[in-house]
């Protein structure tokens, strides 16, 4: 088990920029999530996808961000013309998925994204 | 929308005396996990409850899930100042298939 593992793990860039974040799951895990956590607050819930397809999308995620997971393994987020409230810890999680039950997450160390 | 809210925010305690971090959902849940995050880390899975009323325990910690499946506690007996962190109890509720986090609770314990 290798764990969750995302990168870059620090991300500075200019307001404006497009941005990229790469997630590496669990190799077993069907499920992956992408959360939010600013200083102080718990993680705030971006998207998921089983396997391929994104079932759950957060309302507070403007047309801005964008989120694949094309082959079913790792994920790419986006956030394009990023903006100063951009700025957070993204963090990945994986699990399994089992019908009836509820599997824990497992989380990355996370992207710390930084726009100045 | 649906907000988990736990109390108190922060608690700073004696190493050795107890704490107890409260987890209050607006919604009816189907199931809680409680989630541990250290300073600099990554929040890590310590358990889930799923029936109402449930208690289950790992040695010093004591997790509830309240009859009416809209809260919940923590309880750590004589704490050490490996517990501290931030802990955040984390629901789902209705149709969907998100967990949504509560606010944490940061806890320091001082030696």
């Known amino acids: 088990d290798t764990g969750v593992s995302q990168n870059p793990r620090h991300k500075i860039t200019k307001r404006g920029q497009n941005v990229t974040f790469r997630c590496d799951p669990i190799s077993e895990h069907n499920r992956l999530y992408w959360y939010r956590q600013t200083l102080g607050q718990g993680p705030e819930f971006l998207t998921y996808f089983q396997n391929e397809a994104q079932l759950e999308k957060s309302r507070l995620l403007s047309d801005r961000f964008s989120a694949e997971r094309p082959k079913g393994s790792f994920s790419t987020l986006e956030i394009q013309r990023t903006e100063q409230g951009d700025s957070a810890m993204y963090l990945c999680a994986s699990s399994v998925f089992r019908v009836g039950s509820n599997q824990p997450q497992h989380f990355g160390d996370g992207t710390r994204l930084s726009i100045l | 929308g649906q907000q988990v809210m736990q109390i108190p925010q922060y608690q700073h305690v004696q190493e050795g005396e107890d704490f107890t971090t409260y987890c209050n959902s607006s919604?009816?849940?189907?199931?809680i996990q409680w989630y541990k995050q250290r300073p600099g880390g990554h929040p890590v899975f310590l358990i889930q409850?799923?029936?109402?009323?449930e208690v289950k325990k790992q040695k010093r910690l004591t997790f509830q899930f309240g009859e009416a499946k809209k809260n919940s506690s923590l309880h750590i007996t004589a704490t050490q100042t490996t517990d501290v962190g931030t802990y955040f109890c984390a629901g789902r509720g209705g149709a969907t298939n998100k967990l949504i986090f509560g606010t944490g609770t940061l806890l320091a314990v001082q030696p």
């Open positions: 409850l799923v029936k109402s009323g």
């Open positions: 919604t009816t849940l189907s199931n």
